[in-house]
């Protein structure tokens, strides 16, 4: 019986684990019971991570497509001749269109350093990740308030004494230790308000939940900032201090009381004010969550900013219990790892997606993908000949599947390198397998936390197929293309490379699989926080969003109804799927073989629609079907499913034609997006609903299909 410490790789949390290895298979998989919060426990994903190393249906060698794109015709070949198609592809790409036109999207995280600096290697400035259809809107709130991104404020629940979910569902889109802190904390008396348009398991905890109509959260939040600021419930000692253009906000939020969000949200006004005071008692230990997945509504930014700007007046932000300031390792006195991206300069040419240039409000990092895909559509400004969609698949995770196919049909090469078939995997020209998670070591990370630490991903078992770990594919290709110094033999010489100057070494992961960087939790001074914008302070208007156009303080205008016998379509998380990464898992898919529409018992009434029923969802049409959950759990306006059904590929048994895909109902939707935060605007589509009738042709055919 072996232990080993690892990282989860059943979703981009990476919660630490500790992973039993008996005759050389898992025997067991739990939270690393040296971390507290962790509490030895994993979510039901992370529990199901022996499934994945068991999976004989995913990619197990490199292989090279025969057939037309898509058509699903392989051909198995060795490592030197996947990574030689590679490196020749980009090779012939640069030569003729120089090396801006390669580029890369990942799913983000702390594992990126090396191929990143393979494409900074090469000369492009075109990373990308999935951001755009996840969290761009409240990391670009984030900056446009504080001057921080959302990663640079840490929830202090272990402290808090009321938390707020909104665009937020904690226990269902798990993060193992913050859930465990959060329900600690409620039972230490913590209160729970959630502000959602359907009963999330995060609202059926909650002490207040708001059921919301659909598009409105920005209209809501503005009647609790009205309340905050007209029945002075703020913290003014701390507005005094940190808050600019207070006068600004006063007038602009005048109009917008809690009786007239009421008409556009359907909350009752005296529960909003009897929200917002119950807010200010518990203030500055007050967490509203500014949200994660916030790619939502055409000004979902919004939402965000305004969530920033009540925690400010609430005196949260810095504080603890609010939301303090994380800490990098400079910030208790260590050195932090050396980066590989550093051994390259960064490129001088202008990203593709014209962040940077075209739009100066946005930061420039992980740019936007769908903006990417723009210019490989139109060589606008420039073509984008190859990519890498690195753990990554768009074709699953952003609107329009059908036209990115189209886009991509002008690519001279699409490579996936992944550990799991997808959508885009399936349609590339080269694969290259990932190990699974447990089968695969990574290169050290840091979390910056409020007690800052390194840690790596060590593997529990050896590679059951013909996989490589990221540093090994990495280094094939860099060996190839000429990049010599990503090029290892071994990960511990990575490791060395990288912790050179922090004083740690590669056997201090030994004994836990992390290395604390401080003895205990490290709170700024309350009384000198500094910000990151231009004064230093927390910004009503934006410097940065005037400059470029964009309004700090944008008037509320209301949101739209569904048109006449249409619903808006919405999606979320579970918490035993991660996305479609996790549909084929044997062991959660016997917890959830497909997914439901939700509706309301008013929407299902007419169409004679009851729970269980197989509904048709259409979209001028496009058409799937799905079993109905009808439940007074939604506002009316809306359906919902679970996000990452709906899979189509033969090579997945289990998820075949399981369910529906919510991106191929979003008819336009890559050119829907936030123009102030950055994000696809996913949630701004309609789709008419009817019981599906076998006895119909069309019905009859159609079932035929997905179930065949
Ligand atoms: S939340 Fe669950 S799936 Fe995600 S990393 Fe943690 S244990 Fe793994």
Not at 602 to 620: F, L, N, W, Y
Request: with cysteine; charged share 25%.
């Amino acid at each position: 019986m072996e232990s080993v410490y690892s990282i989860c790789g059943m979703c981009t949390v990476r919660c630490p684990i500790r992973a039993t290895v008996l005759n050389g298979r898992i025997a067991g998989l739990e939270g690393n019971p040296h971390v507290p919060a962790m509490a030895g426990r994993l979510c039901p994903r992370g529990a199901a991570g022996k499934a994945l190393v068991e999976d004989r249906e995913r990619p197990r060698t490199p292989l090279i497509r025969k057939g037309a794109r898509g058509e699903g015709k392989w051909r198995s070949v060795s490592w030197d001749e996947a990574f030689d198609y590679v490196a020749e592809k980009i090779q012939d790409v640069t030569d003729r269109h120089g090396a801006r036109s390669v580029a890369l999207s990942d799913r983000g995280g702390p594992f990126r350093d090396m191929h990143r600096a393979l494409l900074r290697g090469i000369g492009s400035p075109n990373y990308c990740n999935h951001d755009a259809s996840c969290a761009r809107n409240v990391q670009h709130a984030g900056i446009s308030v504080t001057g921080l991104g959302r990663k640079d404020l840490a929830y202090d629940y272990a402290n808090a004494r009321h938390v707020v979910l909104q665009t937020r569902n904690i226990f269902e889109a798990i993060d193992v230790q913050e859930v465990n802190t959060l329900m600690a904390a409620m039972n230490r008396g913590c209160r729970l308000s959630v502000i959602d348009i359907r009963a999330s398991v995060s609202a059926t905890r909650a002490d207040d939940f708001f059921l919301i109509r659909p598009g409105t959260d920005y209209a809501f939040n503005l009647a609790v900032l009205n309340v905050l600021v007209n029945d002075r419930l703020y913290d003014k000692a701390y507005v005094d201090r940190y808050v600019q253009d207070m006068d600004l906000l006063e007038r602009f939020i005048e109009p917008y009381t809690p009786e007239w969000a009421e008409s556009e949200t359907g909350i009752e006004g005296f529960r909003v004010r009897d929200f917002a005071r119950r807010l200010a008692d518990a203030a500055p230990r007050v967490i509203w969550h500014p949200g994660w997945m916030t790619a939502r509504y055409r000004h979902s930014f919004y939402v965000s900013r305004t969530i920033y700007l009540i925690n400010a007046l609430l005196g949260a932000i810095g504080t603890k219990g609010g939301i303090p300031l994380v800490n990098k390792p400079g910030d208790v006195g260590r050195k932090g790892l050396k980066k590989f991206m550093d051994l390259y300069p960064a490129p001088k040419e202008k990203r593709a997606d014209g962040v940077g240039w075209r739009y100066n409000h946005f930061e420039k990092g992980p740019g936007l993908t769908h903006l990417l895909y723009k210019a490989m559509e139109t060589d606008d400004p420039y073509p984008v000949k190859a990519y890498i969609a690195y753990r990554h698949d768009p074709l699953m995770g952003f609107p329009e599947p059908d036209r990115l196919r189209q886009i991509f049909d002008r690519l001279d090469l699409l490579a996936a390198v992944t550990f799991s078939w997808s959508d885009t995997a399936w349609y590339a020209d080269v694969v290259l397998p990932l190990s699974t998670y447990l089968e695969r070591e990574s290169i050290v990370a840091c979390k910056n936390a409020l007690r800052p630490y390194f840690f790596v991903r060590d593997r529990a078992l050896p590679p059951s197929c013909d996989t490589r770990a990221d540093w090994e594919i990495v280094g094939g290709l860099a060996r190839r293309l000429g990049l010599g110094e990503l090029d290892y033999d071994s990960i511990d010489e990575i490791r060395k490379f990288q912790l050179a100057d922090t004083g740690v070494s590669v056997y201090d992961f030994a004994e836990t699989g992390m290395v604390q960087l401080s003895d205990a939790p490290v709170y700024r001074d309350r009384e000198n926080l500094s910000f990151k914008t231009p004064g230093k302070k927390i910004e009503v208007v934006s410097a940065l969003l005037e400059k470029n156009n964009i309004p700090s303080l944008m008037p509320c205008e209301p949101v739209s109804r569904p048109p006449e016998g249409m619903f808006r379509l919405t999606f979320g998380r579970c918490a035993v799927h991660t996305q479609g990464h996790t549909v084929n898992n044997r062991l959660l898919h016997e917890q959830m073989p497909e997914n439901t529409l939700w509706i309301h018992p008013s929407a299902a009434e007419k169409p004679g629609i009851a729970s269980g029923d197989r509904v048709a969802v259409s979209q001028e049409g496009y058409t799937e079907t799905l079993p109905a959950f009808v439940t007074d759990g939604i506002h009316p306006e809306a359906v919902f499913v679970i996000h990452g059904f709906g899979h189509r590929l033969p090579v997945e048994s289990l998820a075949r034609g399981k369910g529906l895909a919510d991106n191929k109902f979003m008819k336009g939707g890559l050119d829907l997006w936030d123009p102030a935060g950055g994000a696809i605007a996913f949630q701004e589509h309609f789709v008419s609903v009817r019981k599906a009738d076998p006895d119909l042709k069309e019905d009859h055919d159609m079932l035929r299909k997905e179930t065949a």
